[in-house]
């Protein structure tokens, strides 16, 4: 194993550990401690996804002319701090600036990421290094769930803090160890301001996106995934909590009762999404798009199940569903998506657009979800966000039909 793939498993090990000691019971921190109300916990999200759609594409092409490396480090150290800052102070301002600042670090990694590993280890092995990363994802998110629970029962605070702690612990490793040996800068003349250089790279990307059919419908997919994951992931604790309510079994507290829905999350995920990823791994273009497609379909289903459960079991059913489909479906989407970019020296900025779209429909669905949420109750923001769905799957469906994109030459200058 050559050193850039050990290098990207340490990365998805230790951002897959922090994340998890911070988002397995993030979301009751914050409506337990901080006490946020429906549109509060939305706005968290929309004020990070609107940072994360101003910096996207002007990090993205930093990725593509100065540094890769240099741009991942730069997120992770903002990411880890941004985190901290949430954790140590419990008030609803601080925690919607602290992820507005996440949302900055992490557009420095979106696209950055993934187009370094496509340059150090050819875009013919990214497939694989993707689904192989991702089952080490999922082991470590194990371990760092029973981490999670374990410091949730001394604080809320602690999981929080200690994971953006390790988060940008991540960032200075990569800084010492990250080697960069396929990134080319993007070229230019002696004489051209960097700002010139920054804005012939964002043109070529693109112009590479409307040359090329396949990646519009992807960024209009990723947009209404966003619309929909917006409501599902700030309002889903809260719904358990508020709503359904969580049983008194065996003396549980509600800590250990988010800390085995999330193991057996995990689990399901480990049984069920990886080996259907590892099948796929060989799969055409095409097959993978109607994975896709009917993975949505089901995923509409799923959480407006969640949505309307009245007991708690049935509640659990469906969000475990959807959390086992959410994982089959991200290392496939990823793929697709990279594998539909045909200029590698656009990479990243074509990447960054993707994430672009993702933040544009969270930030344009969550205050209408938010204000859902607040008039008539976390039930219908639910609804109302797995009814976004709807438009991916016709998209998806135009994509099934699409021919698989083909190289296209794209000028370096205006």
């Not at 940008?168 to 993007?186: D, I, K, N, Q, Y």
């Not at 045909?342 to 672009?356: E, N, P």
């Amino acid at each position: 194993m050559n050193l850039p793939i050990r290098v990207w498993y340490f990365r998805t090990a230790g951002s897959a550990f922090g994340d998890t000691l911070v988002w397995t019971l993030a979301p009751v921190y914050f409506v337990q401690t901080v006490g946020m109300s429906p549109l509060q916990l939305v706005l968290v999200g929309t004020f990070m996804e609107i940072t994360i759609f101003i910096c996207e594409v002007p990090t993205g092409i930093i990725a593509d002319v100065v540094s890769r490396r240099l741009s991942i480090v730069i997120g992770y150290l903002v990411m880890g701090a941004a985190i901290v800052f949430s954790a140590l102070i419990a008030e609803p301002w601080a925690v919607i600036v602290a992820w507005s600042l996440w949302g900055l670090g992490y557009t420095f990694t979106s696209g950055a990421e993934d187009a370094w590993l496509a340059d150090e280890v050819g875009i013919g092995q990214v497939q694989r290094v993707y689904l192989r990363s991702a089952q080490i994802g999922r082991i470590t998110s194990l371990l760092a769930i029973v981490g999670s629970v374990a410091l949730g029962l001394v604080s809320l605070r602690l999981p929080v803090l200690v994971g953006g702690m390790v988060i940008a612990a991540v960032g200075v490793v990569l800084a010492l160890v990250m080697p960069e040996t396929g990134f080319h800068p993007a070229p230019r003349e002696k004489t051209e301001s960097a700002i010139r250089s920054f804005a012939t790279t964002g043109r070529a990307a693109a112009r590479h996106v409307r040359r090329t059919p396949v990646l519009l419908l992807i960024l209009a997919i990723t947009a209404s995934w966003g619309a929909w994951s917006e409501a599902y992931d700030r309002l889903g604790q809260a719904h358990l909590i508020r709503d359904v309510g969580l049983p008194d079994f065996a003396g549980l507290s509600y800590v250990v009762w988010f800390g085995v829905i999330a193991v057996v999350s995990l689990l399901l995920t480990l049984i069920i999404a990886q080996p259907l990823n590892l099948r796929l791994e060989q799969a055409s273009r095409q097959t993978v798009t109607r994975v896709l497609l009917l993975a949505d379909v089901a995923l509409i289903a799923t959480v407006t199940a969640f949505a309307l459960a009245g007991a708690f079991w049935l509640a659990l059913l469906a969000m475990l569903a959807t959390n086992t489909i959410r994982s089959l479906v991200s290392p496939l989407f990823s793929s697709w998506l990279n594998q539909s970019i045909t200029d590698s020296t656009v990479r990243a900025t074509v990447l960054s657009f993707a994430s672009q779209a993702d933040a544009l429909g969270q930030w344009t669905g969550g205050p209408a979800i938010g204000a859902i949420g607040e008039w008539f109750g976390i039930r219908a923001a639910l609804v109302a966000g797995a009814a976004l769905l709807a438009p991916a799957v016709g998209l998806y469906a135009r994509a099934v039909g699409r021919p698989a994109p083909i190289d296209v030459e794209i000028e370096s200058t205006p």
